[in-house]
């Protein structure tokens, strides 16, 4: 076992690293569109293993690994050992004797964190039940495209306390802006995450208040991954939780609107934001691609 950096939660970066990796995820991004062949990797393997499924992350990791002149290998439990009970710790160090560079989207967080334990190679958090770091590489990309540096903005998150709104305390701490969590009683993030946050975060009941001056608002299921039994006493939970032109209205006149995607028109957002002037969202998805490849790259090196 060697002393190995992973990308499990946004606290494993400095500030400083963060910041650097969104400026270099842009220029990636322009070299990209001017035609420029950047194949730093050929030769090297991206791992890549969903517990869950997905369309962004997978799609975003496996072109990000291509055009780096790499390969990304697609692995699910239903048809590796994993899914026949291989342990963990024992999958970690076989595969991570074999590839460059692993990703895993799972359940349990803890799972990622012995996956990581074991592992020769930079393991990189795809999601968990606890956060989403990746997703937020790529809204702060898309925040400072658009908007230049978020110190100091507020950012409403409206909806569920869950991996997405963890990664955004975490966010909030490393990258210093005001966050307003509008989410109904019971539906709290983890209470040791929100600590952290300290003064930069506070949970606001009424979704509307929590809105009111945001530069950024942002919101994402009701019912994540693992929690489909829940849709029906979710959607009662979250009755006046949809973020509509009123939410975008008492915002920043110049707010911005995200979502990590995949959306519900009618449950967390309306039609009308999600496909408005203000929704930054198909931004925000392509950069997961552009981050990633930043991400891989400080990795890798
Ligand atoms: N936002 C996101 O992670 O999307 P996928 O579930 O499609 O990967
Ligand atoms: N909170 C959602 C995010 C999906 C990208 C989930 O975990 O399903």
Redesign the pocket.
Known sequence: MTQQRHFLTLNDLSSEELRQLILRATELKQMRKAGEDYRPFVGKTLAMIFEK??????VSFESGMAQFGGHALFLSPRDTQLGRGEPIEDTARVISRMVDIIMIRTFEHEKIERFAEYSDAPVING?TDLV?PC?LLADMQTWHEHRGDIKGKTVAWIGDGNNMCHSYINAAIQFDFQLNIGCPEGYDPDPEILARGGDRCKIIRDPMEASEGAHLVTTDVWASMGQEDEQKAREAAFVGFCVTQEFMQVADKDALFMH???AHRGEEVSAEVIDGSQSVVWDQ?EN?MHAQKALIEFLMQ
């Not at 499924?53 to 997978?58: A, G, M, V, W």
Request: charged share 20%.
């Open positions: 499924s997905s369309t962004r992350t997978r999601l989403h997703q990590c995607l995949p998805a997961r």
